[in-house]
């Protein structure tokens, strides 16, 4: 006979970064042409060894949501809400 596995099993840790504040976070998926996403990903590889600290696709991705957000109105504020 095998013996069962009797560990609880541990939640798995969040995606990305922890959490900031009390935000929550939810993965989703999107479709982008491949020409986007070579645009994105230089850009942020230019701006983390421009200011020597990590950022990512998705850090882009969340500031280009916000800011078409506020653009629209649906989001108020300055650029510093949010952000400890």
Known sequence: ???K???KEEPKAPLGRPLKGRDRRVQIGVYVAGSVV???D???EARDIAERRSYSRS???NEAIEKH???LGLLEGGDDDGKE
């Open 69 to 71: 957000m506020r653009d």
């Open 42 to 44: 230089a850009y942020v």
């Open 59 to 61: 850090d882009f991705i």
């Open 1 to 3: 006979m095998s013996k």
């Open 5 to 7: 596995n009797t560990k």
């Open 38 to 40: 070579d645009a994105i």
